[in-house]
């Protein structure tokens, strides 16, 4: 690294230019935001819910709900007139397979030998219109009542199925801008329309991240910048530290394009990487003030710039080194996550790990070179809050820690028991409808759904003959009902949406309205002549498959279910499972899938994987720091500041939330990589004391004066800008920038005391 102070203009050169060149592939990436990519291709329930859609038409759809403004019901003739017109208006939509409305609802009737199926409402029947009847007739509608209209007539969903091309990631933005250029072109009077759907809650994840990344991100870079310099009063370490942070943030996605064109990766972004700025800003700052701490320190102990930075370099390359591999180590347990989006995440700031430290032994070195130096009084203290930190670290260490170690220790293992008791209460569920505040309109929609109509969660189930015969027979067709009447017993059960529902009413048809043969046909040839002629008497777009698949031998039974959570939605699949086994032996029902489910499942999956791969970083985080540290011994003690913080943070989450979901499941991992960082540097200064012949409490009084300030000044200020993401309306943003400051705060307590402590009695001479 002397190379930087000799030729400081040639690197400066050559490392913007590697930049540059990383940085141009950034334009290669493209952002996801299908729930999908959260899962591997080979996750058991996401093929289930793959093989469900291939058998029955993709889940993928935009709703609208409508509530009525000038009168009390939808059922009103001008809000049905104005529904009737939205659903034409719909079928235009960009990659719109079919449009489900009450107006096109398919009413079955009766009237002597004659029986006719027809739209629901046509804009012609309004002058003769009976809006009190016609609830009534809703409400006796098993497939319709809550399905596109409520009890209570004062909402109804027009439910728009699309058919999104594979690998098209614009698609979704596309039909949903045209579907809102629809809707402020269309003149309503009488409704009042919002948006939901699967296409909606995939780009709100999108634009929730867009939210983050423009308000919250650059926020914390202020409040970072503003925190350093207060604590340092070095103007141009504090704009260079920013600035190689940018630049490693560049850099680290232009890699990501590159290696996508090259075929090793996959060039996307998912909502995961709004968190990657954070994380990289983290570890670019802790090299850079560590450098910038020595170098300070050197000038005021009398050098000059160049002795001094040589100094800055020859003490902090091997720690920044080790905290890069060890940052990257610990990332890198990431790729046994069960979500790719996770892997991705690792892997990039595990990169930027490795980046930073080349930048930082290198462009901030040089960059220092060429600045003029510092205007800083050799033997004369700085009066500013870094000096004043140092002095009382020194006090701290003086005459609190060392004079009381065993009697603290015990103290802290203590302290440390009681918080991660906590871990007990940690319950690991999935619940993407919380996901959203109220400022979001799709938290709106959901809520709205949600409490007036049939929830926002649902089951798909994959219902065949045990036989493997035609579902158009009598004896399968009952046991459906009785499953479907036996799931709406339950209260957290919206809808069910079965193939024998609108058998029901035909068979009633068929015998002339008579209410006794509201029921399924005694025979099969019965039950296949009624399905025959429903099927016939279809318009063209709103055929049964969507429920049934082309030979008729399996059918998609749909349970719509009011907020879940995912332990909640595993318990209910069970149960139906259990029940029906029992109870409607004629049918073989395949486990509960749709997405709901597999987000349900994923939770528990990934906390067991990712707890094998801190295991195995635990490892090689060790090998490393005793192969560099030549000691066994602190090798085996830096486990303990190095693993506590997140078990602690757990715990303490445990008391404060005791909500833990993907996105928080990968915080240990996370942590494991960066908070290595100070220890790693605190240990370093140790050892090299300790080589020289000092004493233990000398080496530890030597870490603290020249590590200690730089350990409290990157701790305090990352861990501001992470809880400063506690202001996001997004919960996995939030979530994660809450638990992470509270690592890093307990890391820092570690480091400042319980390793001093252990040090003491465990490395004496």
């Not at 509530?67 to 809000?79: E, I, M, N």
């Not at 596109?148 to 990631?169: F, M, R, W």
Request: charged letters at 15%; glycine letters at 6%.
């Amino acid at each position: 690294m002397s190379f930087s102070l000799r030729y400081p203009w040639a690197v400066i050169v050559t490392v913007m230019a590697l930049i540059v060149g990383l940085a141009a592939g950034a334009g290669k990436l493209s952002f996801v935001s299908d729930f999908r990519v959260y899962f591997s291709a080979d996750n058991p329930q996401l093929l289930s819910f793959e093989q469900l859609e291939q058998d029955f038409n993709k889940q993928d759809t935009l709703t609208f709900l409508l509530q009525p403004t000038s009168s009390a019901t939808v059922l009103d003739s001008r809000a049905l007139n104005e529904i009737a017109q939205l659903t034409q208006a719909a079928w235009k939509i960009p990659y719109a397979r079919r449009v489900d409305s009450l107006t096109n609802y398919q009413r079955i009737q009766s009237a002597g030998d004659n029986i006719t199926i027809d739209d629901f409402y046509r804009p012609e029947q309004a002058s003769a219109w009976d809006m009190a009847s016609e609830l009534e007739y809703v409400r006796t509608q098993p497939d319709l009542l809550n399905r596109l209209v409520n009890k209570d007539g004062d909402l109804a969903l027009i439910i728009v199925s699309l058919s999104l091309p594979d690998g098209d990631e614009k698609a979704t933005a596309e039909l949903v801008a045209y579907t809102r250029e629809l809707l402020a072109e269309t003149d309503l009077q009488h409704l009042d329309v919002q948006l939901f759907g699967t296409a909606i809650i995939n780009l709100a994840l999108a634009e929730a991240v867009e939210r983050d990344m423009a308000a919250l991100i650059p926020a914390s870079y202020l409040l970072i910048f503003a925190g350093i310099f207060f604590l340092t009063r070095s103007l141009a370490g504090t704009v260079l530290a920013l600035t190689l942070t940018l630049l490693s943030v560049v850099a680290t996605f232009g890699a990501l394009g590159w290696a996508g064109s090259l075929g090793l990766t996959t060039a996307r972004l998912t909502p995961v990487v709004g968190v990657v700025p954070s994380m990289i800003m983290i570890i670019v700052i802790a090299d850079c003030l560590h450098i910038l701490a020595t170098y300070q320190h050197g000038l005021r102990s009398g050098m000059n710039k160049i002795p001094a930075l040589q100094q800055a370099v020859t003490s902090n390359i091997r720690p920044v080194w080790i905290t890069s591999i060890t940052t990257a180590l610990g990332l890198l347990c990431l790729n046994f996550s069960e979500s790719p989006p996770y892997r991705d995440l690792g892997n990039l700031v595990a990169f930027a790990a490795l980046l930073a430290a080349v930048l930082s032994l290198t462009l901030f070195i040089a960059a220092l070179r060429v600045l003029p130096q510092p205007k800083i009084q050799p033997g004369r203290a700085l009066a500013h809050p870094g000096q004043w930190l140092s002095g009382l670290l020194l006090a701290f260490w003086q005459r609190v820690l060392q004079p009381h170690p065993r009697a603290l220790l015990l103290g802290a293992v203590i302290v440390s028991a009681i918080l991660a008791a906590g871990v007990s209460q940690l319950k690991f569920n999935e619940q993407w409808h919380q996901y959203y505040d109220e400022s979001f309109a799709v938290r709106q929609a959901l809520d709205l759904q949600n409490d007036k109509l049939n929830g926002v969660n649902f089951i798909q189930y994959r219902i065949a003959a045990q036989d493997g015969g035609s579902l158009y027979r009598s004896e399968p067709m009952q046991q459906l009902q009785q499953l479907a009447e036996h799931l709406e017993t339950f209260a957290e059960v919206g809808f069910v949406d079965s193939l024998h529902q609108p058998l029901l009413t035909l068979n009633q048809a068929l015998h002339d309205g008579d209410h006794h043969y509201y029921k399924i046909p005694d025979t099969d040839q019965q039950v296949a002549q009624a399905m025959l002629l429903y099927e016939m008497s279809l318009p063209f777009g709103m055929g049964l498959n969507e429920r049934l698949n082309i030979d008729q031998t399996a059918s998609r039974f749909t349970v719509h279910l009011f907020k879940r959570t995912s332990r909640e939605l595993v318990a209910f699949d069970q149960a139906l499972l259990n029940w029906a086994a029992e109870h409607t032996p004629a049918l073989s029902i395949a486990p509960g899938s749709g997405l709901d489910m597999v987000f349900a499942q994923i939770s528990d999956r990934n906390s067991i994987s990712l707890f094998q791969g801190t295991l195995l970083a635990l490892v090689l985080i060790s090998a490393v720091m005793m192969l560099v540290l030549r000691s066994v011994r602190l090798g085996l003690i830096s486990l303990v500041p190095n693993l506590l913080p997140a078990l602690l943070a757990y715990g303490i989450w445990g008391y404060i939330s005791g909500h833990v979901d993907l996105g928080l499941s990968i915080v240990a991992c996370m942590s494991l990589g960066l908070v290595v960082d100070d220890t790693v540097h605190f240990l370093a200064k140790y050892r090299s004391a300790r080589a020289r012949g000092e004493s233990t409490e000398a080496a530890i009084e030597y870490a603290f004066s020249t590590v200690g300030v730089a350990m409290i000044i990157t701790s305090l200020v990352l861990a501001a800008g992470f809880a400063l993401l506690l202001l996001s309306p997004f919960s996995p943003t939030w979530g994660m920038g809450g638990l992470m400051a509270l690592t890093v705060m307990v890391a820092l307590l570690a480091d400042l005391i319980l390793l001093p402590l252990l040090l003491m009695l465990l490395d004496r001479d």
